[in-house]
């Protein structure tokens, strides 16, 4: 008597038996090459994107960036001012500046401080007018300062600071905060750094341009709080003002001055699509 073999229900309907069994969930999947494997262990793939995201964000926002910080310092140290409270940034640049003068140092700072003097200025406003670039870029920088000037004068008529007294080198008038030479140097080479940023297509004379205007702010800022007409406190807050005041200008006023930054590869493009149009 034979036996005969029982017959598999998943046979006899037709399916194959690996087909009716579900896969796992947490079955690995089919091994990739070992070029796949490598690209995905690089560590350009491994690493986080958060850190160039958050860079991004900072270049797109650079100018929000800059006018927030600004603002926050001007208001702290206005806060301490208004109370007349000695800010301990002034105590700081007494120490480390005032304190350490010497003979063959005050004429230099002398000298560096009349770089935001009014004739220093006239000066490079015509060399400016007669060599920048743009429609009108010598009005552009003299409505800038103007009004850079009419603002000091209204913050130093509202705060009423005196000016430091016993320590200073020079004979200066009028109120202390803010600083009206850094207010001005601010502006004004501020300034000329945004348009050599926004004409100039050479990266290494923009960066060059940069570092030597922002280094001559740093320096007249310096030099008023050597030659004791200035607090620290006063300096700090006119470069806070002419930050949040050039933020605006650059983005509301200068633009009616100053035509649209030059392209070259645009005019290049546009010279060979144009060029087959007048052949005809």
């Known amino acids: 008597m034979t036996r005969t073999p029982k017959k598999d229900p998943i046979q ?14 947490n079955a690995h999947p089919a091994p990739h090459s070992p070029a796949e494997t490598a690209a995905w ?7 986080p994107h958060y850190w160039q995201r958050f860079l991004h964000l900072c270049r797109r926002h650079v100018r929000t960036i800059l006018v927030c910080v600004a603002l926050l310092c001007f208001l702290a140290i206005l806060e301490d001012v208004w109370f007349g409270e000695i800010v301990r940034l002034d105590t700081l640049g ?18 560096i401080t009349s770089l935001a003097s009014p004739v220093v200025l006239l000066v490079m ?25 009419l603002l000091n004068s209204v913050l130093k008529f509202i705060v009423h600071r ?53 280094a001559v702010i740093a320096l007249v800022g310096i030099s008023r709080i050597y030659l004791g007409v200035h607090y620290t406190s006063d300096v700090l807050a006119g470069f806070c003002t002419s930050l949040i005041w050039l933020a605006f200008y650059t983005k ?29």
């Open 125 to 149: 406003l015509v060399i400016v007018a007669a060599f920048a670039p743009g429609r009108r870029p010598g009005l552009c920088a003299t409505v800038n300062l103007v009004l850079v000037v």
């Open 12 to 25: 006899e309907a037709g399916v194959s038996r690996h087909a009716a069994v579900p896969a796992e969930k």
């Open 41 to 47: 262990l690089s560590p350009e793939v491994a690493k």
């Open 252 to 280: 509301v006023v200068a633009p009616v001055f100053l035509s649209e930054p030059v392209n070259p590869s645009s005019h290049r493009l546009k010279r060979i699509v144009e060029a087959p149009r007048h052949s005809k």
């Open 94 to 111: 007494y120490h480390f500046i005032v304190e350490n003068r010497s003979d063959a140092v005050t004429p230099i700072m002398e000298e």
């Open 162 to 214: 005196p000016r430091p007294e016993g320590f200073r080198l020079i004979s200066e008038t009028g109120y202390s905060f803010p600083s009206g030479h850094s207010m001005v140097s601010m502006a004004f080479f501020g300034l000329l750094v945004w348009m050599i940023w926004r004409y100039d297509e050479d990266r290494t004379l923009r960066m060059l341009w940069s570092l030597f205007f922002v």
